[in-house]
């Protein structure tokens, strides 16, 4: 692999997997803008700047491995697989097609590169113990990392699962949560409090840290804090704004699920500095 | 034949056995590894055994994670909470993610017993059966479950196995081998065919033994492998004997009664009747009081056999008369 890009670098990246998504989006007409925008900034730390991985020998078993529970992601998912190498750019453009190997939540058996079907919420953590565990019976150094939304957390399976990885110690696996403060009927705040979240990880054994999910030289130095934690599983708290990046969706609930129209594609291409 | 087997306890001896033979299979139970029996290979394999507490969902995805790493889970608690606490994480995660995760699930139907009907399983093979990848399996003696698991841990994807509380009298000899997707003939017959599964095998040879003394020969067919469906044995079967009955622990719908229904309305439609409960929930009491109370039962079935025979008969002479 190439040397890990710099800070300046990868804040340029995740301005290319924005626009990629608004593209994505546009061009399929539906899909989730605004976690998808909220998560970029993690995305491109976690698999530029974090993971060890190598899409030549995608199956070494002892890679690090990325779960995407909140699966409603998948563009921004697909986004950087795709700059990763793992398929060709021009298929993130037939995304939720008929056909298409970008399915509308994330499918390992069409994607390259996507470990396991998610989209159905509060799953992948327990998911990422049972990987953790996989991992450490064999010895392998591989960590892994998981990417929880925060209306996500109101499933009580997560619960179930943050025991499960405190009881067993997992201190291979990161759990990073886009704290964006919006589901789909409105504020978290409002359907269903979820705060104080960071006590609430910490409560359940948990190592617990709170980034600006935005600011990727944070997110680089959570990573690398994690690594010398041992005998817990780390979560990180990512403070996140939905549909980050572009003003007008921005705070916005109803870009939860929708995808932008001509006019709106347009003043995101503009606030993002599209070519 | 005199020697009683429980499906529960071989499935936990022969796991413990497969434990030695092959490093990457591991163990997760849900608070009830006494139960399941999966403590014979907790006691011997501690590392590569995971209770996951009283928390189904997770057990479920722990063991798909752990399938994705290259482990071979058998993750195992009672069948009720298995296949209905955990239904969705076992589709969205294990079957439509195609993982090697073996789901064996103990105290299957009402031979549960005193535990009455909130741990009495009577869906479990519907809500598996509907889901695509998935294998199903319920094995009728010892002999049976140490073949189903020794096959599963060998096969490459999603199985459910459902094992019961009760003790079975021994059906096969230790030679027997597990062929997925074949059901086996117990016992040949020109005029009715008995279809079972689990519990109820037993139930159907003692019927045709009834039915043989009043002068009807049962083709007697142990279905255990309940998907793959054998469809040419059941095709067969009716072709041959032109009276089906078939007998399931389990709700009428979903189950045995319903695949054996399906294949044989489409491809060659028979006189048939389904023994199983109808459209009730359990109760509390001893398995072979229950069993009797819904009509699970040899005379229940041979009763069947005699109306499923009559109508072919009426049929035949409709026919005629035409």
Known sequence: MNAIPDADQLKEIARQIRLDIIEMLFQAGSGHLGGSLSAADILVALFFGEMRLNPEDRCRPDRDRFILSKGHGAPAYYAVLARLGYFPREELFTLRRFGSILQGHPDSACTPGVEIPTGSLGQGLSIANGLALATRLDGHRGRVHLLLGDGEVQEGQIWEAAMTAAHYGLDNLVAVMDRNRLQIDGHTAEVMSIEPIADKWKAFGWHTLEVDGHSIPELLAAFQTCRAVKGRPSMIVAHTVKGKGVSIFEGQKKYHGVAPNEEEYRQALKELGAA | ?322
């Open chain 2, 1 to 322: 034949m005199s020697t009683k087997e429980s499906t529960r306890v071989e499935y936990g001896k022969t796991l413990a056995r497969l434990g030695e033979e092959y490093a990457n299979i591991v163990a997760l139970d849900a608070d009830l590894s006494g139960s399941t029996q999966t403590h014979h290979f907790a006691k011997i394999f501690k590392d590569r055994f995971f209770n996951l507490g009283v928390a189904e969902q997770d057990l479920m995805g722990t063991a798909a994670g752990l399938a994705l790493g290259g482990k071979i889970p058998f993750a195992s608690t009672f069948a009720m909470f298995a296949t209905g606490r955990a239904w969705e994480q076992i589709r969205q995660t294990i079957a439509y993610g195609n993982l090697n995760v073996k789901i064996v699930a103990s105290h299957g139907g009402l031979t549960v017993g005193e535990d009455g009907g909130s741990h009495q399983a009577l869906e479990d093979l519907a809500l598996m059966r509907i889901l695509p990848n998935m294998v199903v399996l319920v094995p009728a003696d010892g002999p049976e479950t140490r073949a189903m698991t020794r096959w599963a841990a060998t096969y490459q994807g999603p199985v459910y196995m459902r094992t019961g509380r009760m003790t079975l009298p021994v059906i096969y000899d230790d030679h027997y081998r597990f062929e997925p997707g074949r059901g086996s003939v117990l016992r040949e017959g020109k005029d009715v065919t008995l279809i079972g599964i689990g519990v109820m095998v037993h139930a159907c040879l003692e019927a045709a033994a009834t039915l043989a003394a009043a002068g009807l020969a049962a083709r007697v067919v142990n279905l255990s492998c309940l998907k793959p469906l054998d469809w040419e044995l059941i095709v067969d079967s009716a072709r041959v004997t032109g009276a089906v009955v078939t007998a399931e622990e389990h709700m009428v719908t979903g189950g045995l009664g319903s695949a054996v229904s399906e294949v044989l309305s489409e491809h060659f439609p028979t006189p048939l009747r389904r023994i199983g409960v109808r459209d009730i929930f359990g109760t509390s009491g001893k398995p072979e009081q229950l069993l009797k109370h819904y009509g699970l039962t040899a005379d229940e079935i041979t009763a069947a056999a005699h109306q499923v025979c009559r109508r072919k008969t009426d049929n035949r002479t409709a026919a005629a008369g035409r």
